[in-house]
């Protein structure tokens, strides 16, 4: 009975809920035949109910609609008159609220969300929830429930469109936040009184002050650095830990650590469960009765929901109660050995509740690990030996647990790819000493310090300091694991069929693994060739695909990143030659890093880890600071730059070099740069600057000189493949368009032209626009940016010659193709 689906259902309906929901997030669209086709479903269920007949599809295409459905209000919302979405791109002096999240504080910034928000008497209350954020200087303290004040400009909350990139609009709508501000220097206002709560989840949370005072009272740990990790362990406050040690955590493959999920539940699930099944035993009716488990686990219950409500109830939290819960209430029923159902059943209840729980990377993880652990532990399973010494009972827990590691990381291994592009095995041994370290001796101690706070904080205090000392230990053994040099790798991004392909794989492989153990019929032998060679022909098809695509395509690409205010371009040669131009970049990485958080992740998506050629047309910000972790990161085999003359003690310019030296990256000098080379077929050309403007110190210039601006130094390059040209110009303004074009003349002509200086009003002159004579425009500008590019006259003059424009503000990363002949250029992103 156990190999029918049928006699568990609760997986495949959970598979087909989840699939409804991926659907209606990929495709929303109307409700109403979905609705009527549920409707449908509903009857055909009720009736077999009825008739008591089998009913196999008409369940799982009704909670595949149901899935369908759920995420609507989320993929494709339907806002109110009066929402907040209708009042945004606007500045208002008068924005007031109530702050709904406890304030998130890093070293620059402070932000939260805000609920109950009224834009001034002009507009009144809109409903809808803001995310605020505020530079951390001159803020005063701010806690959740407390009612401020301040001006600011509203907007709507959009990302980056590139090609496989993080959908931040996405991402905050699951959160039902669309609209964002900046609180502008010292206006904000922290008001008294409160509003009326308008949340349910808020108004459940734990008292404020008892939160905060054993908060206050981890801090006084003697290591900074213990009590934030502790702070995170007890009671979910993470907003202290140093992003340097978060980095050693994920290095050593134990981040997960860090935040409350399945494994800081579990923990406290066994040992509640332990210590009230060593407490009932002293009850007699519950030993007569054989009720000693069922009531153990059903009591454990209450300090995982204690633990939860410290949390704060976080998402991570939530789904790992659901799972606690589902351990223990099948204890309770007497189906403890079914723990796949009662995995599918935490995946309904967790899927009902909150549909979009399915694509959070923290959902992904949890269930993928443990279905690898549950899945592989079954396959590897053994009956033990009857006589067993502690020495060898000792080895197999040390070994089990080496095995749920192994597990874990090698379930979780494509997700990791995924959503972090590294994988760190060194996880699979640290695993061995931090868990039972920090699972076994600092979270139980934390834990009963944290009960015990209320009724006696001093005891709780010892407690606490224990455990101070305790992290401290474990703190000192932590670079051993993360600053090993194999420890984490950096990887590709694979794609949803190779993701599919591994674990077909690894079910194979588990699948012979539990064959061997109890036997193999002709049958059963001869599916599983038909399988494994359909594998290996997939391999070799994606195999084969991936090497035509690098090393054996004729044609050339060009990606225009989307980056927001800022330049950088992915240029593509035939047969495997990588070069970028420019990265991108914020005025203060710290504030957004675009190299490690969109250049990167494009990179690694293309499956790009070397580059052949990274250039810096100038040194701004926002063309420069993309490129520091793009050097750090990857292979760069050389850098191209005019000559840092002037802005070498620029910080920016400063840690590039550095990178650079560190990683070995040759920096030819820009005069021993050939003005002209052939790369794979494709004619390179360097128009500017002149080797005596490149060599010139700007510093020793002249202020009306021309040449002493960043902008009037950037290098212009011109690719060319047979009939279609592509023209950088990087941020060249009038003075220096009107050197290349006498130097240059017709040779500037080319088919395409990435618009200098982000289509500023500066750049882009007549004459310099008749000389290249551009059939497309390719303009790189933030949305709505402050120095408004590109600027109504330039686009004018690009419409009046004929050209069509495409702008990265507006239709995302841009790409281009060609062959020579053909040449197709639109978005990267339909």
């Known amino acids: 009975m156990s190999g029918n689906p049928l006699a568990r259902p609760a997986r495949l309906l959970a598979a087909a809920l989840a699939a409804g929901i991926f659907l209606g997030d990929f495709l929303p669209g109307p409700a109403l035949p979905a609705w009527i086709a549920a409707g449908v479903c509903l009857f055909r269920l009720v009736r077999d109910v009825l008739r008591r007949s089998p009913a196999l599809f008409s369940p799982l295409i009704l909670f595949f609609l149901l899935g369908y459905l759920s995420i609507q209000p989320w993929s494709a919302p339907r806002f109110t008159a009066d929402h907040l979405v209708h009042y945004a791109e606007r ?59 301040f001006s600011g400009r509203v907007r709507r909350i959009r990302s980056l469109k590139n090609p496989g990139g993080f959908d931040y609009a996405r991402f905050m709508a699951f959160r ?109 009716p ?70 979009p729980a399915l694509f959070a990377i923290s959902f992904q993880l949890s269930f993928a690990a443990v279905i690898a652990i549950v899945a592989g532990m079954s396959a590897f399973a053994r009956r033990p030996p009857a006589d067993r010494g502690r020495l060898r009972s000792l080895g197999e827990k040390a070994g089990g647990l080496t095995a749920v590691s192994l597990l874990a990381t090698l379930g979780t291994l494509p997700l990791c790819m995924i959503h972090f592009n590294r994988i760190s095995f060194i996880g699979i041994i640290a695993n061995l000493f931090f868990i039972p370290w920090v699972g076994g001796l600092v979270l139980p101690l934390g834990l009963l310090a944290v ?41 590709i991004v694979p794609t949803a069929f190779e993701v599919g392909l591994y674990y077909v794989v690894g079910g194979l492989l588990l699948a012979e693994v539990s064959a061997r153990q109890g036997g193999k019929t002709a049958g059963r032998r001869r599916r599983m060739r038909w399988l ?97 972790p793009i050097v750090e990161q990857f292979r760069v085999k050389s850098l191209w730059t005019t000559g840092m003359e002037g802005y070498a003690e620029a910080d920016n310019v400063r840690a590039l070099m550095a990178a650079a030296r560190q990683k070995c990256v040759p920096t030819p000098a820009f005069e021993s740069l050939a003005r002209k080379t052939d790369i794979n077929g494709v004619a390179l050309e360097i128009f500017y600057p002149p080797h005596d403007v490149a060599r010139t110190d700007p510093s020793r210039m002249s202020r009306r000189d021309w040449r002493r601006k960043s902008n009037n130094r950037s290098m212009v390059i011109g690719i060319r493949l047979g009939d279609i040209g592509i023209l950088f110009p990087g941020d060249i303004e009038r003075p ?83 062959d020579g002949r053909r040449l197709f250029v639109g978005p990267a992103v339909p």
């Open 451 to 491: 009960f015990v706070f209320p009724v006696a904080p001093d005891l709780a205090g010892i407690g606490f300091d224990i455990c101070g000392r305790l992290l401290d230990l474990a703190l000192m053994m932590l670079p051993l694991f993360s600053e090993l040099p194999f420890g984490a790798f950096v990887t």
């Open 176 to 284: 039902e936040i669309h609209c964002t501000a900046y609180i502008r220097k010292g206006s904000l206002r922290v008001l008294t009184g409160s509003l009326p709560s308008v949340d349910r989840a808020a108004a459940s949370r734990p008292p404020a002050g008892l939160r905060e005072r054993i908060h206050a009272r981890i801090r006084q740990s003697r290591s900074a650095d213990a009590g934030a990790v502790m702070a995170a362990l007890l009671i979910g406050e993470k907003g202290q830990i140093d992003p340097d040690l978060r980095n050693r955590f994920n290095r050593a493959g134990i981040g997960h650590l860090l935040a409350i999920s399945g494994l800081h539940v579990g923990i406290v699930t066994a040992f509640a469960y332990a210590g009230f099944r060593w407490l009932l035993a002293f009850v007699p």
């Open 532 to 628: 494994w060679g359909a594998v290996a022909v997939a391999v070799l098809a994606d195999g084969l695909y991936w090497t035509h695509d690098r090393f054996f395509r004729d044609d050339l690409r060009v990606t225009v990143i989307d980056v927001g205010q800022g330049s950088a371009a992915l240029v593509e040669f035939p047969r495997g030659y990588r070069m970028l131009i420019d990265g991108g970049g914020y005025y203060d990485p710290r504030v957004f890093d675009v190299g490690s958080r969109v250049v990167a992740p494009l990179l690694r998506r293309r499956r790009i880890l070397t580059l052949d050629a990274v250039v810096l047309s100038h040194p701004d910000s926002d063309h420069l600071n993309g490129l520091i």
């Open 736 to 818: 220096a368009e009107k050197v290349v074009t006498a130097a240059w003349g017709s040779r500037l002509q080319h088919r395409v032209l990435v618009a200098p200086h982000h289509g500023s009003r500066t750049s882009s002159s007549p004459d310099f626009l008749a000389w290249v004579r551009p059939q497309y425009v390719l303009i790189s500008a933030g949305r709505g940016n402050r120095f408004g590019c590109p600027h109504p006259e330039v686009l004018t003059r690009y419409r009046d010659m004929g050209a069509r424009i495409l702008r990265t503000d507006t239709a995302g990363a841009l790409t281009l193709t060609t």
């Open 91 to 149: 500045y208002y002096p008068r924005i007031h609220g109530r702050i709904l999240t406890p304030p998130e504080t890093d070293e620059r910034r402070v932000s939260f969300v805000m609920a109950s928000v009224s834009l001034g008497p002009d507009v009144g209350p809109v409903t809808g929830n803001l995310r605020v954020t505020a530079a951390r200087e001159g803020i005063p303290p701010l806690r959740q429930g407390d009612e401020i004040r």
């Open 286 to 355: 519950l030993l007569w009765r054989g009720w000693l488990r069922k009531a153990a686990a059903l009591a454990a219950l209450f300090p995982v929901f204690v633990y939860a409500h410290l949390a704060q109830w976080s998402p991570a939290t939530q789904r790992a109660v659901c799972m606690a819960a589902a351990v223990c209430l099948s204890l309770w029923f007497g189906r403890e050995s079914d723990v796949g159902n009662g995995i599918a059943l935490a995946v309904l209840v967790i899927l009902a509740a909150f549909p």
